[in-house]
């Protein structure tokens, strides 16, 4: 059986997210349908964070990529 999506549906990836802080590391995972760009600020639940960078992952992850926050 097919379903038909609307059109302006996005496909949603799944990402694994490195939140960097002064004396801690913590690693979680998200889905979204684009990367943030670099300098972005999210809100997690540790507080505002900002986007330092992303890295792909290789073709056969079960993960489009990795998203590196810093703690602010």
């Known amino acids: 059986m097919l379903i038909a999506l609307p059109e302006n549906c996005q496909a949603v990836r799944r990402y694994i997210i490195t939140i ?3 004396s801690f590391e913590d690693v979680d995972k998200v889905e979204l349908p684009a990367l943030p760009e670099p300098g972005e600020p999210i809100e997690t639940n540790l507080g505002t964070c900002i986007v ?3 890295e792909p992952m290789p073709a056969d992850s079960e993960y489009a990529g990795r998203i590196i926050y810093r703690f602010l």
Do not use: H, K, S, V
């Open 20 to 22: 960097e802080g002064p």
């Open 52 to 54: 330092t960078g992303t």
